[in-house]
């Protein structure tokens, strides 16, 4: 089966009302374009995948994503879509810098297109299923209704959260408290700074946590300075017991081994969005295991077309301590019409159709219209 053409269609995301006006240092807009691509065979087998933007973290917005798979098509379009190691070569080769999300969807799409030649879902192509299902973190709404937000998430069997930072330390102290004063100890709260603080500033913070009546084993902190300030985060994780997890700065190979040989993590977050791609992301899941650096496999703005690919790594990868698939369920629209990725007592779980598992998408309502360029 040979690859005939790549498709490409803009996609507007917004977020729900509750989710919209965080006060949050990381740049997130209430609404994004997201892109969704088709690779179409001469067999009539279409692979789907998303690229994810994330303009505050690694600069690419979706039309910069059009332009990319435009210029990468070429070397692809005639190839065999099972031969994902190949193909990457080849994206890798044309664009060996940036255009994270281009290649990110791209690779989804090949994935989702071996998966249903071969009548097998993504998981098997990753070496197999080990867990049946995963716990999944989720982001609970605004900072004046966060505290009841997680209470209902709770309720639902939600047992992980994350909560964005706002970068002023005493607003943030205050709410990371009153979270910590209400959620039990084995529900885990990581704290994402999304580069909001300096090293200074955060031994401050985390000096305030630990000196709590009961030190809080259940939190962890994420991101809380520059991502490429390793030595920063070096030095903080040598004076604190609250793990430490770096993110932002992960766009590459070299950025984790960087980080990994600085030893400047207790955690790892791995972003199939922000790495470029399901192989890659799977590299560097395999990098973390060698190094016995724990790890997360994450998402970044995503529809429940990505959430799903995350899903499906996270299910096939040996030690997550959890995954994060949520983001689709904080949006407006879905559009997938059926399968894929869903969360039930606040675990992900996938279906074993080949593939992503992806029944169908409606692209109609939410096409993006506005910026085109
Ligand atoms: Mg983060």
Redesign the pocket.
Known sequence: MRITDIITTPVEIRYRPEYQADKRYYPKAPEQTNVIVEIQTDGGVVGIGEAAHSPGVYGETAWATIAAIEYLAPHLIGQDPQQITRLNMALDRHSPVGNIAAKAGLDMALYDAAGKILGVPVYQLLGGRVHQSLRTHISPATYEDTTSDMNALMEQGYRAF?QKMSGDTDYDIALVNSILDQIPEDVVLSI?V?QGWSVNQTLDIVGVFERRKRFPRNLIL??PIDGYDLAGAAEIRRATRIPIML??GIRTVSDLRNVLDARAADIV?LKISRVGGIQRCLQMIKMAEAANTAYIV?EINEMRVANTAVAHLALASKYPIYTGVCCHLLLEQDIVTGGGVWVENGSAFVNDNPGLGIDGLDLTKVRATHGTP
Do not use: L
Request: no cysteine; net charge negative; hydrophobic share 0%.
């Open positions: 994350k994402d999304n994420e991101q993110d932002d977050s994450d």
